[in-house]
């Protein structure tokens, strides 16, 4: 089954098989802000709410996956 951006975990940008700085450096050029209708292609793993855009609340659900083992 082909998951996509989420094959190695929500947050996992560049699919490193973990969430980590390399991850974080790529978290700026994909936060729109709250209230965007649409995901930049490649920033699905960082939609951590599943709302269609990424902003703070997503990164809060980064920072939680950044953080755990
Ligand atoms: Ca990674
Ligand atoms: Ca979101």
């Known amino acids: 089954m082909d998951l996509g951006a989420y094959e190695f975990g929500i947050g996992d940008f ?3 098989g973990s969430v ?3 991850d974080l450096a790529d978290w700026a050029g994909c ?5 965007k209708k649409s995901v930049a ?3 699905e793993a ?3 709410n599943a709302d ?7 990164f809060a659900g980064f920072v939680r996956a950044f953080l755990a083992p």
Not at 31 to 35: I, L, S
Not at 52 to 58: E, F, G, Q, S, W
């Open 20 to 22: 980590g700085p390399s």
């Open 46 to 48: 960082f939609d951590f």
């Open 52 to 58: 269609t855009d990424v902003d703070l609340a997503d």
């Open 41 to 43: 292609p490649g920033c």
């Open 31 to 35: 936060c729109n802000g709250p209230g």
């Open 14 to 16: 560049d699919c490193d």
